[in-house]
């Protein structure tokens, strides 16, 4: 038995370090991966809010323009009939107002509807966004002079 020897299989060189540097690598690209989503996620909620809030500034705008070509109204209310129109008006304060509907905003336009008779006038403000999409908004409200009592 002293001729016996064990044989023994020859050994691999180890490799120490290789796969602990691959499992890294792949985490980091993961990672990075993971960080890329978010970063277009908050590009497209910034867009998202871009595009809310320029629609909400031009909504106003366009409510500050109705109350103020009504408030023009209650102050000419002997020329009433002066202010309606689709595209155009003989009033000179409602001249000056349509200049500055198509001034504050873009592809802007208004049509005014008055009813002699009774009073009751209907403005509407339409304008564009930079999207193409258009939008509109309308109010009414009734001007009428003192009554005798």
């Known amino acids: ?19 602990p540097r691959g499992v890294a690598l792949i ?5 990075m991966l993971i960080f890329m989503l978010g970063v277009l ?11 809310s809030q320029t ?9 500050y323009l109705a109350s103020e070509v009504i408030g023009r ?6 020329n009433l009939t002066g202010y309606a129109g689709d595209d155009s008006c003989s009033a000179a304060g409602c001249t000056e107002w349509r200049s500055k509907v198509t001034q504050m905003l873009p ?6 509807a008055v009813d002699e008779a009774t009073g009751d006038v209907s403005v509407t403000v339409t304008w564009a966004l930079p999207n193409g999409d258009t939008h509109k908004y309308v109010t009414q409200t009734t001007i009428a002079g003192k ?3």
């Open 27 to 31: 985490e980091v690209l993961v990672a």
């Open 73 to 78: 109204m209650w102050t000419d209310i002997n």
């Open 55 to 63: 629609e909400s500034k031009m909504r106003a705008d366009a409510a």
């Open 107 to 112: 592809g802007g336009g208004a049509a005014i």
């Open 147 to 149: 009554t005798a009592g």
């Open 1 to 19: 038995m002293h001729g016996f020897h064990k044989h023994r299989r020859p050994s691999l060189p180890r490799r120490t370090g290789s796969a």
């Open 41 to 51: 996620g908050l590009i497209g909620m910034q867009g998202s809010l871009t595009r």
